[in-house]
């Protein structure tokens, strides 16, 4: 089994940045590929940005590239996403995810290992 536990959502104002941390424990050999998804009210969960293995191979969705980073420190078990010139569109609970797949994927379900979230809040 694999704990993931985030942290580091706050309210910001547009333009403002905020860095995400998720904490892996447990079987980290379950999985392959981590991510970061979000969830708006009242929307779809939607992709935000996933990494390979060994965190060189990175993917971003259309709406964040340019703004976002997603990092990844496997000695510590961490996965990190730099938020950058935050947009009130971006304001919706981001959920850290893991799960194996051939290559990065943002597609959720790759991943079978899902975080309880953090809320980010854009005005």
């Known amino acids: 089994h694999v704990q993931l536990v985030e942290s580091g959502g706050d309210s910001v104002q547009a333009g403002g940045s905020l860095r995400l941390t998720c904490a892996a424990s447990?079987?980290?050999?379950?999985?392959?590929?981590m991510g970061w998804f979000r969830q708006a009210p009242g929307k779809e969960r939607e992709a935000v940005a996933s990494?390979?293995?060994?965190?060189?191979?990175?993917v971003y969705d259309d709406s964040v590239k340019g703004r976002f980073i997603i990092t990844r420190d496997n000695g510590e078990e961490t996965l990190y996403l730099q938020m950058n010139n935050l947009k009130p569109e971006g304001t919706a609970m981001y959920y850290c995810a893991a799960g194996r797949s051939s290559w990065c994927s943002l597609k959720s379900s790759d991943f079978g290992y899902w975080g309880q979230g953090t809320q980010v809040t854009v005005s």
């Open positions: 990494t390979g293995p060994s965190g060189e191979f990175t």
């Open positions: 447990g079987r980290t050999d379950s999985y392959n590929v």
